[in-house]
């Protein structure tokens, strides 16, 4: 499935944001989606993840209770980030993979092209 994420920009600390990931429509609800995000000079981390349905979400513990994860289950999924803070800045990816949510990037079989998300203090 192919994928592309939009809505990235600047933030103050704070603020909030939401990314779209935009996939194409075919089979689309048979993939569990998720984000993950990348700061320079940094590994690659896990942000959140919502199954195939959109009855199950997972998070990574420094953005829970801030970030939200959802799907319309046409073909788009959101990452809706609140309480920006500036070490959110990162590239920001969405992720694709035929089966269960997972926080395992290896497992994801197809990515978008990242938006970046920079938070000023």
């Known amino acids: 499935v192919h994928l592309a994420e939009s809505g990235g920009g600047l933030a103050q600390t704070g603020d909030s944001l939401t990314l779209t990931c935009t996939g194409s429509?075919?089979?689309?609800?048979?993939?569990?989606m998720a984000w993950f995000r990348q700061a320079p000079g940094k590994d690659r981390e896990f942000v959140g993840a919502?199954?195939?349905?959109?009855?199950?979400t997972y998070y990574a513990d420094s953005v829970k209770g801030r970030f939200i994860v959802s799907r319309d289950n046409a073909n788009l999924a959101y990452l809706q980030m609140n309480s920006l803070r500036p070490e959110d800045t990162a590239r920001y990816y969405c992720?694709?993979?035929?089966?269960?949510?997972?926080?395992?990037?290896?497992?994801?079989?197809?990515w978008g092209q990242g938006t970046q998300v920079t938070v000023s203090s």
């Open positions: 992720a694709a993979r035929l089966g269960p949510g997972t926080s395992d990037g290896a497992l994801y079989s197809d």
């Open positions: 429509r075919l089979m689309f609800n048979n993939y569990a």
């Open positions: 919502i199954s195939r349905g959109g009855a199950t």
